[in-house]
């Protein structure tokens, strides 16, 4: 028998245990951990921050979920991880495994710039519920006395997608309830340009973006770092000061601090180095499934940003490792595999939106290219978006991870979530 935790339960965590659950015989224990009662539709939270949607829409009791499917469930923060004992801290428990699967998702390094603290307030953020809200309700009050608004992201930061969504989101609003003559927008990012989105060279994305921001008159500081954040105006390294009534403002990620605390576990930032397998180098008991998992920047940009961790990707990062652990424990007769970190990313506007395909994210390192890079912009993209949320939804509560219908869909597009090692 063996012990096997799966420490998360968002996208990454909770798929990846039903995936195993799937995969291995009943004799193999399964306990998924999480420090929060509640699984998330992360990529639905910009709409929560304008007060689009309900948290609770887009939530679900991961206790309800995985009862009666063989999976133990422990609500509790991981405090330590003792990666040579093979055993985690939750509370005063201390578990055991023969594997980890970490899944934590990010911590957000508040600390990144001065002013961007919590506790300060200055600015919002929608990387996680507790922040949406907060986000929701400083926007309606924001709406009764508007104001410049400046919507972006901190230098670190490597999921710029929100960010665009918040701005274009907020201008559609903002016009229909009469408003926008009112609020001068500012868009501000590290990224080099608008719509390199931590990997470049996606195709058309670069003038999409662009030719949106312009007609929708929102001004633009591109390759520019935000150096503090004061009660009413934001300062950027440059000279600038940008000032504002209401800012949205994305934090760079990190791992979680019991990632950071472990000794030759993660690098400075608390993200995990991996082989193919997705398997740490030093402690091949452990495995790493989405934001923790460290992957380098395909080029180096004059103002350091991160690489996004889709859905998509961390998706197909949690098959990779319940086949690989599979395999180990010799209940599949096959190859190990390695995910393919394929994304398909759908960005809502409103009254549009931008279908972003990256064929792979990361391009391949000796010709610098993908396979494919297209981005599709259309009404459609706002409905799509929608439609998938409902479906993720509804295969959370039916406890699996990717049906035959979704991997056939995949296959249609020209994509999948896994390929064989031989293949890389």
């Known amino acids: 028998m063996a012990r096997i935790i799966v420490i998360g339960a968002g996208i990454g965590g909770l798929p990846t245990s039903y995936e195993m659950r799937r995969i291995l015989p009943p004799e193999h224990q ?20 304008l007060g689009l949607k309900s948290l609770e829409h887009i939530q679900l009791d ?18 330590q991880i003792l990666p040579e004992s093979k055993q985690v801290i939750v509370g005063e428990r201390v578990i055991s495994y023969d594997y980890a699967v970490i899944a934590t998702g990010a911590e ?54 929100p960010a665009y969504e918040f701005a274009l989101l907020a201008d559609w609003l903002l016009r229909r309830y009469g408003l926008r003559n009112q609020v001068p927008i500012t868009f501000v990012t590290p990224e080099p340009y608008v ?5 470049s060279g996606m195709a058309n994305s670069a003038e999409l973006v662009k030719k949106l921001l312009y007609q929708r008159e929102i001004e633009v500081f591109e390759n520019a770092a935000i150096s503090q954040i004061e009660s009413d105006k934001i300062l950027l390294a440059d000279g600038c000061t940008l000032p504002y009534a209401y800012a949205m403002l994305l934090p760079p990620f990190r791992g979680a601090r019991f990632l950071r605390e472990a000794p030759d576990l993660s690098d400075k930032k608390g993200f995990l180095p991996v082989l193919p397998t997705y398997q740490h180098p ?4 452990i495995y790493s499934v989405g934001v923790t998992t460290q992957l380098k920047p395909p080029e180096i ?6 690489v996004p961790k889709t859905g998509q990707m961390t998706e197909a990062m949690g098959m990779a490792v319940a ?13 190990l595999v390695t995910p393919t970190l394929e994304a398909l990313c759908l960005a809502d506007f409103g009254d549009t939106g931008i279908a ?13 290219k993908r396979r494919r890079a297209v981005a599709m912009e259309g009404r459609w993209v706002s409905w799509s978006k929608t439609v998938f949320e409902k479906f993720f939804l509804t295969k959370m509560r039916c406890g699996v991870a990717v049906p035959w219908f979704e991997h056939w869909g995949l296959e249609v597009l020209g994509l999948s979530l896994v390929q064989p090692l031989s293949k890389i």
């Open 30 to 49: 399964i306990t998924l951990i999480s420090n929060t009662p509640k699984f998330t539709f992360i990529p639905s939270l910009p709409w929560v921050g």
């Open 62 to 79: 991961v206790e309800k979920l995985v009862k009666n499917r063989g999976i133990e469930w422990v609500l509790g923060g991981v405090s």
């Open 108 to 161: 957000l390094a508040l600390d990144a710039v001065p002013g961007l603290q919590e506790e300060v307030g200055y600015v919002q953020s929608v990387c996680n519920p507790a922040h949406a809200l907060k986000a929701a309700t400083a926007w309606q009050k924001f709406l009764q006395n508007p104001g410049p608004l400046v919507v972006g992201a901190i230098p670190g930061a490597g999921c710029f997608g």
């Open 195 to 199: 719509g390199h989105l931590g990997i």
């Open 282 to 285: 030093q402690f091949p008991s």
């Open 301 to 306: 940009t004059p103002i350091p940003i991160g």
């Open 323 to 335: 086949h690989n652990i599979g395999v180990e424990l010799g209940v599949i007769s096959a190859p």
């Open 356 to 368: 972003f395909l990256a064929d792979q994210v990361l391009p391949n390192p000796i010709t610098g």
